[in-house]
Structures are given as structure tokens and as C-alpha cells.
């Protein structure tokens, strides 16, 4: 009790000192194995820190309570955490951003494994749940474009509910950085960001953004494979070919070496083959196919892509045939395709006309159908304008990409680097 | 019943069977692929046991029996047997006939069984105990050549060693045992001191692997060989022409002697052109296969080449490769025009007719010729299952150059000229559209092929959206893996490698290794990162 009593007025002291790295060098263990040891009196302790000015060592004793084996009551504790949340103060947070992660990743495994026992009610907490992690993004934050592992959870908790709007907000803005959390930052959280992002994507149908999640999360550097990365890949293969673009199979060349092996063996007869299929096969063939694998996809959980990727396929065939064809009727249409009637072809032509995926007109009365160029002519202003949009985005990305190589370029590591291989320089070396 | 198919299987390692023969990656310009089996006539690939109905034809059995010798007669007259049940009897006795002149014991029972499977009656000047003696004749003649080989061994002369092998190899290839014989004739190679017996012993080579079927081995001996005969006429040339400067007086004979042997060795080269010319066409390098072919001079073929091929069968090997390959303009200079091609033109009309039918594009009497012709071509062995691939792509080179002037073209008028019907000719236009060899659109309800207008305006627009959205995704993953790399976060797994040496205690992020993902790289401490490259910098 002594030295916890200690403990307490040194910490005090160290915060209205306004000592703050020292503070955290305090609180970070072993030192604060005074507060977990002592957990049955944390919540008077908790009591004397009042917020914002206490934020330090409240969060602290908050990490104790949930580093401890039971956390007595839930959902008081995450009022506790949203009230912290919201009055800390983010300089003092800054210091200990890794208790703040993992308080926001015990909530999130609790909320997880209680969705599965309760049946009631179950939704609420998961409600509950995300808004605590989004503040905390936001306090935790020092740049739109920063990643935190409190994303992953965040995206873990919209899918698990099903209310993508949170998450979208961060999703939108491109990550160009990544905070260490003082080395907590585990590579798991990075992949998962990006493997629950893909998957948000997918369900709000915009399937270009998926398929460049999915790759992210294969090309992250890696000396060996991750589940994480394999599961990557099989989704990415579905929402490549649901999207529509054209389907070739190469991987970025900075794909480590390991993932390609390890995806070759695991995934290549069941989703690499997709690929082939799609670009040589026919429909029966493809269903054939499906049939095969179904269990395997079935234990993949990805049945409902598939079912797109069906339809895709169709939709991709049919798109071949406006290459090949200026009228074609109906029936030759169907038999082409291989689908079962006139009136599924038909219905399956006027959703992609009016998806805008093709441009023809059916003449009913003979049966026919007929191909027409693309009557988009890229000289009304709004093509201009989208064009213009896009070029700036890009611009945009490579304003970023050069402020980068600006700053890797001053930094004292790099030049030292470059002295010692360069011939050019004739004073004699620096020693370091 | 497949007697064509076992010979060479009394060893293992042969490359069995026609069908199977290897097929190395040819050219791209070579690369034929069946796409569409449903065309007009008929679908079967003339692979395994076809029969084929020659009775539209003039056939007949003497072609084979007047032009060949040996046991590419005898090959040629079993696969006849095997595929044309009218000719059977004829072929299969007259192959008997033949097969008693060597000592083939083993296919000698195949037809004997075969024979009398079909109840086919005996000639009266039947041996019925060839079979016992030509075994026992064998192996006897085996030993004996065994026995000399090992006495030539231990006189250690090289040029008895080399002649005693090649002996027992041709020994083993009258037998037919062609696995053994290549065995000798590469044993022999160690003994091998001027380039001319480099070539003899190549030539046997090429004809055991021939018959065996060993077409890599075929093509690699026959590049060896044409080395060999290289350096020969380069010291054949250093040597003559001293002598014809320092001695007035040429010595007559001298002259014709090596006029013989310049000549020997030109009928060598063409010869080789034929072994690589097969066993291109074998390997579906029909374009190599036609250009080698093209090299062999007439009087060495029709004089020289009896026991390997014979005019006819080579001008039918050149027209088809050719017609599926070349270019028109190749066509004419190489096969047309050329004077030594026409001497072979002119022993088979029909060939002739098909080639220039082509060449003035009158399509449908070429291909009622070429359909006419099918079966006769269907009887040999080294072309019939290649048959199917040609004639696809002869049709569909007769398309492409037939759409080439036009800017639209009925379709009505093209199946016409291609002896087919409209919907027939729609699938295979499709496929060829698909496949990108023709760039047309086909209007299904007037049935009129167009001309595919690309509006290069809209490409480019259109490709330069995609550009921006691609360039923009490449920019923003290179951004996320160079905050990846900077924060140092890779996909490890701990439990193989050992860690690095300065491991803050403080920084254990020892998860739990009972799940299947894997640990990170651990970073420096806790506070301060290395150099200035870190955004933690800015705390301090």
C-alpha cells in the first residue's frame, strides 16, 4: 500500500509538474505493476485524477482495469472509457497511445465474444462499441492520413453490425502513415485494417476500392505468410472479376516470394482457376466448376461473391459478343451464352444497358438485337470536367509521393548513406 | 488392332504413340490450337483407331511398296492395314513378306497373330519356321558380335571399336530393337576421330531415334551432324585448293573422287533436311518443318531416299505446311516459282492443282480438292494426326485473306466460296474474331461480316481514364508501403527466426502463438526511433 500510496503522489507530481515524458516513462511498466497489483482499490484511484489534466494517469489506471482477469461490469466500464474518450486531453494521450489501443482492442474482443452468447440484445453493445472506438480515432489521430490498430477494430465492429458509416469516413481518406504506438503496433492490425476495409467495400459494392485493399494486404512486406494475407487473396480474386476490369492474374512484382508460393499451393486450383475460366470458359462450365468447389467456398464464407461473380461472367459475355457481333437475335444471344431462355437474356441485356456496362436497343419485333458504338463522344462538358477529376486525384497522390522522397532526402541517415558510397566527394569521410 | 502403334515397344522408354508425341513450345506463328471442332466435315482428330473410306480415291497399295524400301516400307504398309479395312489383307501380307527380309522377329508375330485374328488365308510359299530360325539367327549373330566387340576391345583399336559397335547396332536395328541400337551407336561416339565418322555415327543415330520416335533426340543429332558435315567441307576446302594451285596436273581421279564425295556429302545435308523436316511436322512446328523440307533437292530424292521418304509424300508434306504457314508471297518465290519444286509438283497433279487453286483464290475447288485428297493423306502415319490442325488452319487463312479487300462482305457469298453453310461459317468467324485474327463485326441479321471501325478518339479518352485511375492506385500503394517500411512492420514468424540481440525488455510482444497469424519485427525502444526519420521526433 506504501509504495502504491508513493506511486500515486509520484505520478501526481510528475503531471501538474507537466513532466510528461518522464510521466510516461513512469506509468509504463514494470512501474505501474503498482496499479495491477492493486486493482481492488483502482477505483478510488481513479477518483483522485480528475480530466482533462490528470489524462495521463487515468489512462493508466484504466489500461490496469483491463489488463486485470475479470473487468467487473461491462457496460459501466465503457461508459468510464467514453467519458475518458471525451475529456481527455490528446497531448497528454499522445505519450501512451499503445494503452489506449489496447483498451479499445479488449473492448472490441469482449464485445465480439459477447454477441456470441447473449442472443438478445445482441446488437446493442456492438452499437455501443463503435462509437467509443471512433472517438478514440479521433483523439488519437495526428493526421487524416494516419493508421492506428484501433481501425481495425473499428472496421471489425461495422461489419459485425453491419453500419458501414463510420467506418467509411476513415475508409475514404488513404493512409500514408502509421503510428508505432510505441511499438505496439503489430503488423496483424495493419493487415486486418485492410482486409475488413476490403470487405466493407465489397458490401457497399464499390469493388474497384475492394480489390485494391486485398492487395494491399498481399503485398505488405512479409518473410513469411499470414492466414490474413491467403484469405486476401481468394477475395481478391472474386471481387476482381466481379468488378469487371479486365481480368488478368499478375500480382504486383513486390509480392514477397513466400505469399506467391503459398497461394499457389493453397488457393490456385480453386480461385487462381477462376481466372482461366472466365476468360476461355463458358457458362456450364463455369457452374460446373462451382459445383466442385462449393464446399470449399462454402467454409471460405464467400458464397455470395460467388453468386456475383456469376453474374459477373455472364455479364462479361455478353460484352464479348458486342466485340464480335452488330446485330445478333435474341435466341442466337442466349444459345451463345449459354443461358436457359430468350427472356433471361433479355432481362440480363436491359440491366446492363441501363447500368450503362453496354449500349444496345432490342427490336422486339424481329427478335434482334442490335450493338451500338459507345455513344459517349468526350466532348460535353462533364466528361471533361470526371476527366479533369481524375487527373487531379492523381496529382494529388504524387504531391504526397514527392513531399515523401523531399523528406527521406534531408534526413541525416540518408546523406550519411550516400557520403560513404559516393566517389564524387573528396573530403574525407565523417566518422559516425 | 493396332499394329502401327507397337512397333518400337519392345522398349520401355520409347515415346509411344503417335498422338503422343512431344510437343515443345513452337513458334508462336505455329501455335495452332483446335478451337473449333465442329466444323463441316469430319471432327474426328485421326487419332487412334480411325478407319478411312478410300474408295473415292485411287489408291493403291504399289505406291507404297514401288517407292520404299525397308522398314519404313513396312511401317508404312501396317499403318495402311491398321486404317484402311479394304486394303487389310494386302497390306498385312505383303508387310509379312517384307518383315522376313529383316530379322524383326517380334512384329513378324504381331502380323503373324494378327493375320490370323482377321482369318486371313496364307500364301502356299509360306516359311512356317522363319519364326524359330530368324530367333535363333539372331542370337547367334548377337554373340558373335559381341564376342568380336570385346576382342576389338582389348586390341585396343579405336576404329575397329567404333566399326564393331556400329555393327552390333545395326544388328539390334535390323532386329528392332531400337533402344539397344542407339545405346551402340552412342557408345561409338568415343571412338569417333574425324568428322566423318562423327557423321556416320549421327546418321545412325537419327534413323534409331526415327523409328523410335525420339524427335528431340531426331533434331539434336541432326544439328551435331550438320556441324559435323561443316567442318568437313571447311578442311575438304583447305585441302583441295592448295593442291589445285601446287600441281598443274590434276590427277583425274583425285577429282572425281571428291566430286563423289562433295556430292555424297550434299545428299547427306538433304538428307538431314528430311529427318528434321519430320520431326518438326511431328512436333507441330509446321513452319520449320515446311522450310527444311523445302531444301531437299529432287534427284537426291527420288534416287537416294528410298528407305525414308518418297516424292509424293514430301511434296504433300511441303504443300500442306506450307499453305497453313506461309505468307503468299513466300508461297509463290519458295514453292511456286521454284524450279526445284516443280520438278515434285509435277509427279503429283493434284497437289499442284490445290496449291495454285489457293494461290488464284478460287477457294472452293481448293478445298473440294483438299477434302478429296483427305483420305489418301489420312494413310500416313507422320502426317495424319497434324491432318485435322493443318486443315483448320488452311480454312482459316483462306477466310482471312478472302475478307481482307472487303469493307463489308456477305456471308452468304463466303459460304459459298468455302463449300459450308452460313450458320456453320458464323461460329467459325466468331471464333476467329474472338481469337483476334480477323477484325470484323458480324451483322447476324443480314448476315454481312463488317469491318471493325475502331474510334480511336474514344480509345484514347477512354484509356486515358483508366491510366489516371491506375497511376493514382499505384502512387497510393507506394505511399502505404513506404509508411509500411518505415514503421517496420513486416509479416514474420518469430517462432523459426531468432530475434534480433538488442530486444527492449519492454517492448514482449510475445501474442499468442496458438493462432495462426505471426508476429511483427520488433522495433527499437519504446520512445525514440533511430534517426529523424520518424514522426515520433516531433514529441520530443
Not at chain 2, 486394303?87 to 530379322?103: G, M
Not at chain 2, 583447305?238 to 594451285?245: E, F, I, M, R
Not at chain 2, 512492420?489 to 497469424?517: E, F, Q
Request: aromatic share 8%; proline share 3%.
Amino acid at each position: 500500500m506504501a509504495t502504491l500510496d508513493q506511486f500515486v503522489v509520484n505520478i501526481r507530481q510528475l503531471t501538474t509538474d507537466g513532466k510528461f515524458s518522464d510521466l510516461a516513462q513512469a506509468l509504463s511498466s514494470p512501474n505501474v505493476d503498482h496499479l495491477t497489483k492493486n486493482i481492488q482499490h483502482i477505483d478510488s484511484i481513479i477518483a483522485t485524477f480528475p480530466l482533462p489534466e490528470y489524462s495521463m494517469c487515468m489512462l493508466a489506471c484504466l489500461h490496469a482495469v483491463v489488463k486485470a482477469p475479470n473487468i467487473p461490469d461491462s457496460d459501466l466500464f465503457l461508459t468510464q472509457v467514453d467519458t475518458f474518450i471525451q475529456t481527455s486531453s490528446a497531448e497528454q494521450v499522445y505519450y501512451l497511445p499503445q494503452y489506449l489501443c489496447e483498451i479499445c482492442h479488449v473492448i472490441t474482443e469482449r464485445l465480439r465474444k459477447e454477441n456470441r452468447a447473449r442472443v438478445v440484445d445482441i446488437r446493442n453493445s456492438l452499437y455501443l462499441g463503435i462509437p467509443i472506438l471512433y472517438r478514440a480515432i479521433e483523439l488519437l489521430r495526428r493526421e487524416p492520413g494516419q493508421l492506428l490498430s484501433i481501425h481495425s477494430d473499428l472496421y471489425q465492429l461495422c461489419l459485425l453490425c453491419q453500419w458501414f458509416e463510420p467506418a467509411l469516413t476513415y475508409l475514404e481518406t488513404d493512409i500514408i502513415d502509421i503510428n508505432r504506438e510505441n511499438g505496439k503496433f503489430d503488423v496483424k492490425h495493419l493487415l486486418l485494417s485492410y482486409y475488413y476495409g476490403g470487405m466493407i467495400y465489397a458490401c457497399i459494392k464499390q469493388f474497384d476500392r475492394a480489390a485494391n485493399f486485398f492487395e494491399n494486404v498481399i503485398t505488405a512486406p512479409a518473410t513469411a505468410t499470414s492466414a490474413i494475407a491467403v484469405e486476401a487473396y481468394k477475395k481478391y480474386v472474386l471481387v476482381k472479376l466481379i468488378s469487371g476490369t479486365i481480368p488478368t492474374n499478375h500480382l504486383p512484382t513486390y509480392t514477397s516470394r513466400n505469399v506467391q508460393q503459398t497461394i499457389k499451393s493453397l488457393c490456385s486450383t480453386q480461385y487462381t482457376e477462376l481466372f482461366n475460366l472466365f476468360n476461355n470458359g463458358t457458362l456450364t462450365q463455369f457452374d460446373e466448376f462451382v459445383n466442385r468447389h462449393r464446399d470449399q467456398y462454402a467454409r471460405d464464407r464467400n458464397l455470395g461473391l460467388i453468386k456475383q461473380t456469376r453474374n459477373a461472367f455472364i455479364c462479361n459475355s455478353i460484352q464479348q459478343l458486342t466485340k464480335t457481333f452488330l446485330t445478333v437475335s435474341l435466341k442466337d444471344l442466349a444459345n451463345r451464352v449459354q443461358l436457359q431462355s430468350t427472356n433471361e437474356a433479355e432481362k440480363y441485356l436491359i440491366d446492363m444497358i441501363e447500368n450503362g456496362q453496354i449500349f444496345a436497343s432490342i427490336n422486339k419485333k424481329d427478335g434482334m438485337v442490335i450493338f451500338h458504338g459507345s455513344p459517349e463522344r468526350f466532348d460535353a462538358n462533364n466528361m471533361l470536367a470526371k476527366l479533369q477529376d481524375e487527373t487531379e486525384k492523381r496529382i494529388q497522390a504524387e504531391k504526397q509521393l514527392k513531399e515523401l522522397e523531399r523528406q527521406i532526402s534531408l534526413s541525416k541517415a540518408y546523406i550519411q548513406r550516400t557520403q560513404q558510397s559516393s566517389p564524387y566527394h573528396d573530403r574525407p569521410k565523417i566518422l559516425n | 488392332m493396332n499394329l502401327s502403334r507397337n512397333f518400337g515397344s519392345n522398349n520401355n522408354n520409347q515415346q509411344m504413340d503417335i498422338q503422343n508425341t512431344v510437343s515443345s513450345s513452337g513458334d508462336t506463328n505455329n501455335n495452332l490450337s483446335i478451337q473449333n471442332p465442329n466444323e463441316n466435315s469430319t471432327t474426328s482428330a485421326y487419332e487412334g483407331n480411325y478407319q478411312v473410306n478410300i474408295s473415292s480415291t485411287n489408291f493403291e497399295l504399289e505406291t507404297i511398296t514401288l517407292s520404299y524400301t525397308g522398314l519404313m516400307r513396312i511401317y508404312r504398309l501396317l499403318y495402311v492395314a491398321d486404317h484402311c479395312s479394304s486394303l487389310r489383307h494386302e497390306a498385312l501380307l505383303s508387310s509379312l513378306k517384307y518383315i522376313q527380309e529383316t530379322h524383326f522377329t517380334s512384329l513378324y508375330k504381331q502380323v503373324f497373330d494378327e493375320l490370323k485374328k482377321q482369318n486371313i488365308p496364307l500364301p502356299n510359299d509360306f516359311d512356317s519356321s522363319w519364326y524359330e530360325k530368324t530367333q535363333r539367327n539372331y542370337i547367334q549373330k548377337l554373340e558373335k558380335l559381341d564376342t568380336d566387340l570385346r576382342n576389338f576391345r582389348t586390341n585396343a583399336i579405336k576404329d575397329s571399336i567404333r566399326r564393331g559397335h556400329d555393327d552390333l547396332g545395326d544388328h539390334y536395328l535390323d532386329g528392332g530393337d531400337f533402344f539397344n541400337a542407339i545405346r551402340c551407336y552412342v557408345r561409338s561416339r568415343d571412338y569417333c576421330v574425324t568428322p566423318r565418322h562423327m557423321i556416320t555415327m549421327c546418321m545412325n543415330v537419327i534413323k534409331a531415334s526415327f523409328y523410335m520416335q525420339n524427335w528431340s533426340n531426331v533434331l539434336s543429332y541432326v544439328s551435331k551432324a550438320e556441324q559435323a558435315i561443316e567442318s568437313l567441307e571447311s578442311t575438304n576446302k583447305s585441302g583441295t585448293t592448295p593442291a589445285a594451285t601446287t600441281t598443274s596436273l590434276a590427277n583425274p581421279m583425285d577429282v572425281s573422287t571428291s566430286n563423289a564425295m562433295i556430292t555424297s556429302d550434299a545428299i547427306l545435308a538433304s538428307r538431314l533436311k528430311v529427318y528434321a523436316g519430320i520431326a518438326e511436322l511431328a512436333t507441330k512446328r509446321y513452319k520449320l518443318a515446311a522450310r527444311h523440307f523445302l531444301g531437299v533437292t529432287f534427284d537426291h530424292c527420288s534416287n537416294h531416299f528410298q528407305d525414308l521418304i518418297s516424292p509424293q509424300t514430301l511434296i504433300q508434306y511441303v504443300c500442306l505446311c506450307s499453305l497453313a504457314t506461309f505468307e503468299r508471297s513466300e508461297l509463290h518465290r519458295l514453292v511456286i516459282m521454284s524450279p526445284n519444286m516443280k520438278q515434285y509438283l509435277e509427279l503429283e497433279p493434284s497437289i499442284r492443282d490445290i496449291l495454285l487453286k489457293f494461290y488464284e483464290t478460287s477457294y472452293s475447288s481448293c478445298l473440294g480438292l483438299m477434302s478429296h485428297l483427305e483420305p489418301i493423306l489420312a494413310l500416313d502415319q507422320y502426317l495424319a494426326p497434324h491432318l485435322r490442325a493443318l486443315y483448320y488452319e488452311i480454312r482459316h487463312r483462306i477466310i482471312i485473306t478472302y475478307f481482307l479487300p472487303y469493307k463489308n462482305a456477305s456471308m452468304t457469298t463466303m459460304a459459298n466460296q468455302l463449300n459450308t453453310t452460313t450458320d456453320v461459317l458464323e461460329d467459325e468467324l466468331v471464333n476467329l474474331i474472338r481469337s483476334g485474327k480477323i477484325k470484323a463485326r458480324i451483322d447476324s441479321k443480314n448476315k454481312i461480316l463488317y469491318v471493325a471501325d475502331t474510334d480511336q478518339r474514344w480509345y484514347a479518352y477512354q484509356h486515358a481514364l483508366t491510366i489516371t485511375k491506375q497511376s493514382e492506385k499505384i502512387t497510393r500503394a507506394l505511399l502505404l508501403r513506404s509508411a509500411i517500411i518505415k514503421a517496420n512492420l513486416i509479416v514474420k514468424d518469430d517462432s523459426i527466426s531468432s530475434s534480433s540481440s538488442t530486444r527492449s525488455p519492454n517492448n514482449n510482444n510475445n501474442m499468442n502463438i496458438n493462432r495462426r497469424h505471426f508476429i511483427p519485427n520488433l522495433p527499437g525502444n519504446m520512445m525514440m526511433d533511430e534517426g529523424d526519420l520518424s514522426d515520433d521526433a516531433a514529441m520530443n
